[in-house]
Nanobody
């Protein structure tokens, strides 16, 4: 059974930075794409960034140039470095594993990020 646990969320002022981490317990295959999503109340969950097996990444337009996704294969960790945060980045951030067109196989519980002006 795979479990994902996010950490690193919190409150920060606009312009600040946070780094989210996601630790995975259990076995995740090496061909598993990993991603970060976020959700605000009343809106659909949206993908923030995805990192593929070959290391290529994709970002939502709203975070390009500010967020960086990375992973540590050996330690089965996923990261999201968030810089120059704005109030629009306030959301519950979720770690996801094994992302495909069919959906997401594993979700974390989420970590709250709150950005104040």
């Amino acid at each position: 059974q795979v479990q994902l646990r996010e950490s690193g969320g919190g409150s920060v002022q606009a312009g600040g930075s946070l780094k989210l981490s996601c630790a995975a317990s259990g076995y995740i295959t090496s061909d598993c794409r990993r991603a970060w999503y976020r959700q605000v109340p009343g809106k659909e969950r949206e993908m923030v960034s995805i990192i593929r097996v070959d290391g290529t990444t994709t970002y939502a337009d709203s975070v390009k140039g500010r967020f960086t996704i990375s992973r540590d294969h050996d330690k089965n960790l996923l990261f999201l470095q968030m810089n120059n945060l704005t109030t629009e980045d306030t959301a519950l951030y979720y770690c996801a594993a094994c992302v495909s067109r069919a959906g997401v196989l594993y979700w974390g519980q989420g970590t709250q990020v709150t950005v104040s002006s």
